[in-house]
């Protein structure tokens, strides 16, 4: 079945710099890669999404990237804000069945 | 506003106890999903129901059953509750081939 790390498994970056989540995943026939927000206390909540048939995609100061050869993507948080500090999760799976793996999590803090 | 809710939000139970959690939905989802949390464990899939009658183990189903008793109505069973079963657990739905929607999360301790 499918296994998704994640590294690093904590992350501290001053306000307005960037921020990089990586993962890797082992199934190859994983062509869905969500990515989770959870703030403290609260509800994973979807924050972007890529399936395999693109290698990037951007929505406003977040970006995600798929290497499938490597098999591994990456989230890319740019101009961090203190409210982007969270617990961030990545995770792979099959588009077919919607059951997706997730990594053990991204603590990010962004200090003001 | 369409949502996932689960109930209770917190219970502490004893060892050896019968527990169920409930999650409903108004989001008019075919599949629902139970998770658990742990620290540094991420979210890990207990079990999950495509439609009534589908019913699939996920990674750590064992100590666990579950029940889908409407499209909207999913529920978790602990039959006989132990101490490692303590953590927080999500209800999660979503459409056929789209993103999951999590509930609240329902806080258990197993003394």
């Known amino acids: 079945g499918e296994n998704v790390e994640q590294h690093p498994s904590t992350l501290s970056v001053q306000e307005g710099d960037s921020a990089v989540i990586k993962c890797t995943y082992s199934?190859?026939?994983?062509?869905?890669f969500p990515w989770y927000k959870q703030e403290l206390g609260k509800r994973p909540q979807l924050i972007i999404d890529?399936?395999?048939?693109?290698g990037e995609k951007k929505d406003q100061r977040i970006a995600v990237t798929l290497n499938k050869t490597a098999k591994h993507f990456s989230l890319h948080i740019t101009e961090t804000q203190p409210e982007d500090s969270a617990v961030y999760f990545c995770a792979g799976g099959t588009t077919s069945y919607d059951k997706v793996i997730f990594g053990p999590g991204t603590s990010l803090s962004v200090i003001p | 506003d369409a949502d996932v809710t689960q109930t209770p939000r917190n219970r502490i139970t004893k060892t050896g106890k019968r527990i169920m959690l409930e999650c409903s939905q108004t989001k008019g989802h075919d599949r629902m999903y139970w998770y658990r949390q742990d620290p540094g464990l991420g979210l890990r899939l207990i079990y999950y129901?495509?439609?009534?009658?589908?019913?699939n183990k996920g990674e750590i189903s064992d100590g666990y059953s579950v029940s889908r008793q409407a499209q909207a109505k999913f529920s978790l069973s602990l039959e006989s509750a132990i101490p490692n079963q303590t953590a927080l657990y999500f209800c999660a739905t979503s459409r056929t081939r789209g993103s999951q929607y999590f509930g609240p999360g329902t806080r258990l301790t197993v003394l």
């Open positions: 129901s495509f439609d009534v009658k589908d019913i």
């Open positions: 199934d190859s026939a994983s062509n869905y």
């Open positions: 890529i399936r395999s048939n693109v």
